[in-house]
C-alpha cells in the first residue's frame, strides 16, 4: 500500500488503520493532528480509520517551548 505522508510517498505492506499508521510512525499521538484527503480526522476516530491504498495525508507535530 502505498500513502502520501505530508508529500512523501511511503510504502506499507499491510492495511492500517490511522491509529496503526501513527504508531508505526513512532509520534506520540496526544501531539499530532492528522488531515485525512484533506478532511481532519479526530483522535478517536484515528482506530477505526482504515486507510486505502493513494491517501493523502498531512501529519502537524506540536512543539512546545518558551
Known amino acids: 500500500m502505498h500513502l502520501f ?3 512523501d510517498e511511503k510504502s506499507f ?3 492500517l488503520s490511522l ?3 501513527i504508531e508505526q ?3 506520540k499521538g496526544d501531539r499530532v493532528a492528522v488531515e ?3 478532511e481532519i480526522v ?3 476516530q484515528w482506530p477505526e480509520t482504515t486507510l486505502k491504498d ?3 495525508l498531512e501529519i502537524v507535530h506540536f512543539v512546545g517551548g518558551g
Open 5 to 7: 505522508i505530508n508529500g
Open 13 to 15: 505492506a499491510d492495511s
Open 19 to 21: 491509529a496503526e499508521l
Open 25 to 27: 510512525l513512532g509520534m
Open 36 to 38: 485525512l484527503n484533506r
Open 42 to 44: 479526530s483522535r478517536s
Open 54 to 56: 493513494g491517501d493523502r
